[in-house]
């Protein structure tokens, strides 16, 4: 592959901060990209509402809605919303939450103090799920009467709910007491309620550390199966144990799991390319990461740049879909310098928004990853192995593709060229430098024509580009000799002020109007960087 370089395009990069930037590279013939930010925190992009109940997508990679409109999870992890909040603050939740493209939500149907609500189980005004203590065969229906209420309210937010029927860090111990039957029945009755209800996907476990134990799994099951007896429509999914795990690891859960939860605390990429070459493939969400403003024991922490690299790393895998976790939000403390109110309008949301208005312009649905480096052939560095390694350190640069060759999307973390393989694109080709913190886009591009440089295998068409000073890599004069066959134009000494003086470009010096216009051209109007200032 080496042997021909006409088709290459290097790209250098330099960041001020160590949250890296995404490159994207589309062919000009395909859906235009927008050359001016649009993602700014005053221009999120509403979520439509979805026509419901969601479902796989025929290649099993995705979820789309009742009319096949592919459906990209944005979502948040408000765990313990059903037992700390008020209908009318769960509506304040979700409206804040909507303003930031969000339309998923995980919540427990049953919360005790193992996610932050009362020991018992009640609620924060003291309503039990049960009408007597432990005993799943007697719901009342007061608790889950409030339950549809607030999956009412998310429905008219937009909103999605994982519906997490048996949270197993709190309340395992009580299904095992009361067995497989029984659990079976709650299924049941829980099913029934809810089965109209359109806005669920069902889900089960959470830091599900015994699965592998038949009794504890089937149990959990048990109630699974119930469900779905009574309610054919809606999907399912789980979590199971940290540090790292997938849906799919459980193969007694293999025919019911119709979404695969992604977990770990370590870097995204491995765990998200393992679920994805599954043999059984189902469509991969990212349900949790590391959690904003928490610090588990062995793990790199919920720092900003640790979240951003997950959240960033995952979607240039061509894994768009997750739900973001914060400590406030997990546990909606009500302290006075902690409260979940307070701490809403975080920067972590607040990139997931940004990511979310940057996807959602795009293909997403069918970018691939690329894991032989066809794409991105030099300076991707070393990924880690599954359940291996530091978020905080990793350098390695994720890359996904489109099947037809209109889109290429590179993460980068630090400053190094890397290498694309411009024949992987159909057509003339351009590029945009994306900033995941300010969601900024570069005002300048690099195009590039194939049909030009492969009229004559002598010719040089890879390109360097530096970012981050305002200027061109080169000086002028090497850049007039990097030129070749091409001429050199200097810069016009004409400029806005305050701006940096432009360098000067390469063009044809003669040939047709097509040609001149497939030339390569280098615009420096500004500095293009990466990170919070």
């Given at each position: 592959?080496?042997?021909?370089?006409?088709?290459?395009?290097?790209?250098?990069?330099?960041?001020?901060?160590?949250?890296?930037?995404?490159?994207?590279?589309?062919?000009?013939?395909?859906?235009?990209?927008?050359?001016?930010?649009?993602?700014?925190?005053?221009?999120?992009?509403?979520?439509?509402?979805?026509?419901?109940?969601?479902?796989?997508?025929?290649?099993?990679?995705?979820?789309?809605?009742?009319?096949?409109?592919?459906?990209?999870?944005?979502?948040?992890?408000?765990?313990?919303?059903?037992?700390?909040?008020?209908?009318?603050?769960?509506?304040?939740?979700?409206?804040?939450?909507?303003?930031?493209?969000?339309?998923?939500?995980?919540?427990?149907?049953?919360?005790?103090?193992?996610?932050?609500?009362?020991?018992?189980?009640?609620?924060?005004?003291?309503?039990?799920?049960?009408?007597?203590?432990?005993?799943?065969?007697?719901?009342?229906?007061?608790?889950?009467?409030?339950?549809?209420?607030?999956?009412?309210?998310?429905?008219?937010?937009?909103?999605?709910?994982?519906?997490?029927?048996?949270?197993?860090?709190?309340?395992?111990?009580?299904?095992?007491?009361?067995?497989?039957?029984?659990?079976?029945?709650?299924?049941?009755?829980?099913?029934?309620?809810?089965?109209?209800?359109?806005?669920?996907?069902?889900?089960?476990?959470?830091?599900?550390?015994?699965?592998?134990?038949?009794?504890?799994?089937?149990?959990?099951?048990?109630?699974?199966?119930?469900?779905?007896?009574?309610?054919?429509?809606?999907?399912?999914?789980?979590?199971?144990?940290?540090?790292?795990?997938?849906?799919?690891?459980?193969?007694?859960?293999?025919?019911?799991?119709?979404?695969?939860?992604?977990?770990?605390?370590?870097?995204?990429?491995?765990?998200?390319?393992?679920?994805?070459?599954?043999?059984?493939?189902?469509?991969?969400?990212?349900?949790?990461a590391s959690y904003k403003f928490e610090h588990n024991a062995n793990t790199d922490g919920g720092s900003l740049r640790t979240s951003g690299v997950e959240n960033i790393g995952r979607c240039s895998r061509a894994l768009r879909d997750k739900l973001h976790g914060s400590k406030y939000t997990w546990a909606l403390p009500t302290g006075w310098f902690s409260s979940w109110r307070s701490h809403l309008d975080t920067p972590g949301v607040t990139q997931l928004g940004y990511m979310k208005n940057l996807f959602a312009r795009l293909r997403w649905y069918d970018l691939v990853p690329d894991q032989i480096h066809t794409v991105v052939t030099d300076g991707y560095g070393t990924p880690a192995p599954l359940g291996t390694g530091s978020v905080a350190t990793d350098t390695y640069a994720t890359a996904a593709r489109a099947p037809d060759g209109r889109l290429v999307i590179v993460y980068v973390l630090t400053i190094r060229p890397i290498t694309v393989d411009m024949s992987k694109l159909s057509g003339p080709t351009a590029a945009r430098w994306y900033d995941p913190a300010l969601a900024s886009i570069s005002r300048w591009a690099a195009r590039y024509s194939q049909t030009r440089a492969a009229r004559s295998s002598r010719r040089r068409a890879r390109t360097t580009i530096a970012t981050g000073t305002g200027y061109l890599s080169s000086k002028q004069a090497k850049r007039r000799s990097s030129c070749g066959w091409r001429s050199w134009k200097p810069a016009t000494p004409k400029r806005s002020a305050g701006s940096p003086p432009r360098s000067g470009r390469c063009r044809y010096a003669r040939g047709t109007k097509e040609a001149q216009q497939a030339a390569i051209s280098f615009l420096a109007k500004r500095s293009c960087t990466t990170g919070v200032q």
């Open positions: 592959m080496m042997q021909d370089i006409r088709r290459r395009f290097m790209m250098r990069f330099m960041m001020r901060s160590g949250m890296g930037t995404l490159v994207i590279v589309w062919a000009l013939g395909g859906a235009a990209f927008p050359a001016v930010n649009t993602a700014t925190a005053e221009a999120y992009t509403t979520p439509s509402s979805p026509s419901y109940p969601l479902k796989v997508s025929a290649n099993g990679r995705y979820l789309v809605d009742q009319n096949n409109m592919p459906f990209m999870i944005v979502g948040d992890s408000p765990q313990s919303l059903i037992g700390r909040l008020s209908t009318s603050d769960a509506a304040f939740y979700m409206a804040n939450r909507r303003r930031y493209g969000i339309n998923t939500l995980w919540v427990h149907l049953l919360c005790n103090d193992k996610i932050a609500c009362h020991k018992d189980g009640t609620t924060f005004d003291g309503t039990s799920p049960f009408m007597m203590p432990g005993d799943i065969t007697k719901p009342n229906a007061a608790y889950f009467g409030r339950v549809e209420e607030m999956l009412k309210i998310a429905a008219a937010h937009g909103i999605t709910i994982m519906l997490d029927v048996v949270e197993t860090s709190g309340w395992l111990d009580t299904f095992k007491t009361n067995g497989p039957e029984k659990a079976a029945a709650f299924g049941q009755y829980v099913g029934s309620r809810y089965k109209d209800v359109p806005n669920i996907i069902w889900m089960y476990g959470n830091d599900f550390q015994t699965w592998e134990n038949p009794d504890d799994d089937g149990v959990v099951l048990a109630v699974a199966n119930g469900i779905k007896s009574v309610d054919p429509r809606h999907i399912h999914t789980t979590e199971l144990n940290y540090p790292t795990s997938g849906s799919l690891d459980d193969t007694r859960w293999e025919a019911l799991v119709e979404l695969d939860g992604a977990y770990t605390y370590y870097h995204t990429y491995a765990r998200v390319l393992t679920e994805y070459n599954r043999r059984n493939l189902k469509p991969i969400f990212m349900e949790e």
